[in-house]
C-alpha cells in the first residue's frame, strides 16, 4: 500500500526494488514521479543503471530526507525522539522526525510506536547510539554492555544487539523483529552509502503533470493503489492519471494491482505485507503495468518476430 501521492508505508517497495528496476531499460534519465520514500531511485542509483535521475512528491518530506542523507545531513544524527517531542515538533520541517519517527514514513499518520513499546525503543536506541545500557537492563533484565567490545559503528553495534536480544526475548515476545527494528537507523545507513558521483539528481514537489518529461527516459508511478485506501485530504484522480499515461512519447512503467485495458502487464510478483494492521502474513499480488502502445517497444522478441 502507498499513502496519497505514493509515500509508502515502510519497506512497501524496498524488498521488490530489484525486481522492479530488472524490467527498465537503459536510458539517460529516470523519473520516479511519486517516489515516497525513494527505495526504487535507490535502487537503480546503486545499480548505476541512469545518468539523471528525478525524485518527485507532492508531499516533500521524503525526498527531502532522501537528499539530505545522500547530501551528509545525518551523518551523526543520534537523536531519539519522544512521542511528546514529535507532536510538537511534526510538520515541522526536521525531515528526520517527521519521517523516522512517524507511522508510515508519514507524520499526519501520527508516532511510531504505541505507548507499549515506546520504551522498549528508546532503550535500545539509548544503548545503540549513547552506550546507555541502564534502561534496558533496569526495564527489561537484558545486559547489553558487551556492546562495548563490539568494532565498527553504530550500525554494527545494532546488528550484534538484535542477536542477544533475540536469544534473551525469544521466549518472551510474540513479535519479536518489531521489537528489535529502529527503523531510523535502517533507513539512514542505507542512504549513507549513496553518493553523487558519476550522475545528477534533481528534486521536485508538485503534481505528477507538471514535471516536464525529457527525451530518452525511464518513467516509474507508484500510484496510490486503488480500492486500498480512502484520503482524508483529497481523492487521487484515476482516470486523469491513466489518459496522461497514454499521451506519454517516454516509457511509462507503472506499479498497481489491477489497470484498464489499455494496459499491459510485463510481470507479477506475490509479496508480503510487513505492516498489515490485523495479519503480519498478508499476501498481494505486485503488478507492473505498461500502456498497451507502448508494450511493443519493450516486450520479450520471440524467434517469430526475428
Request: aromatic share 16%; hydrophobic share 35%.
Amino acid at each position: 500500500m502507498s499513502d496519497r501521492y505514493g509515500i509508502p508505508y515502510m519497506g512497501s517497495k524496498n524488498k521488490i526494488a530489484e525486481w522492479v528496476v530488472s524490467h527498465f531499460p537503459n536510458k539517460d534519465n529516470f523519473y520516479d514521479l511519486f517516489c515516497g520514500g525513494c527505495s526504487i531511485t535507490h535502487c537503480a542509483m546503486e545499480k548505476r543503471m541512469f545518468k539523471n535521475y528525478f525524485i518527485n512528491d507532492i508531499k516533500g518530506e521524503m525526498p527531502q530526507l532522501f537528499m539530505d542523507c545522500i547530501d551528509g545531513k545525518y551523518g551523526n544524527e543520534k537523536r531519539w525522539i519522544s512521542k511528546e517531542e514529535f507532536d510538537r515538533l511534526k510538520g515541522t520541517g526536521d525531515a528526520y522526525i517527521d519521517i523516522c519517527f512517524s507511522f508510515g514514513n508519514n507524520w499526519r499518520k501520527g508516532y511510531a510506536y504505541s505507548k507499549e513499546i515506546e520504551p522498549f525503543k528508546k532503550a535500545f536506541h539509548y544503548a545503540i547510539f549513547f552506550d546507555d545500557y541502564s534502561l534496558m537492563y533496569n526495564d527489561f533484565g537484558v545486559d547489553l554492555s558487551i556492546l562495548k567490545n563490539v568494532k565498527g559503528d553504530s550500525y554494527d553495534k545494532y546488528l550484534a544487539a538484535k542477536k542477544i536480544l533475540s536469544l534473551e526475548l525469544n521466549t518472551n515476545l510474540q513479535h519479536l523483529e518489531s521489537y528489535t527494528r529502529l527503523q531510523s537507523l535502517e533507513r539512514l545507513q542505507q542512504l549513507k552509502k549513496l553518493n553523487r558521483i558519476g550522475f545528477t539528481i534533481n528534486q521536485s514537489c508538485v503534481s505528477y503533470d507538471d514535471v516536464y518529461i525529457k527525451p530518452h527516459s525511464v518513467v516509474y508511478c507508484d500510484i496510490p493503489y486503488k480500492n486500498t485506501e480512502s484520503y482524508n485530504e483529497f481523492e487521487f484522480d484515476y482516470d486523469k492519471f491513466y489518459n496522461w499515461c497514454l499521451n506519454q512519447k517516454e516509457l511509462v512503467f507503472i506499479s498497481e494491482y489491477d489497470m484498464p485495458s489499455d494496459f499491459v502487464c510485463i510481470a507479477e510478483k506475490e509479496k508480503t505485507c510487513q505492516l498489515s494492521a490485523t495479519n503480519n502474513a498478508l499476501k498481494s499480488v505486485e503488478r507492473i503495468f505498461v500502456p498497451k502502445h507502448q508494450y511493443e517497444i519493450i516486450k520479450p522478441k520471440t524467434l517469430f518476430d526475428f
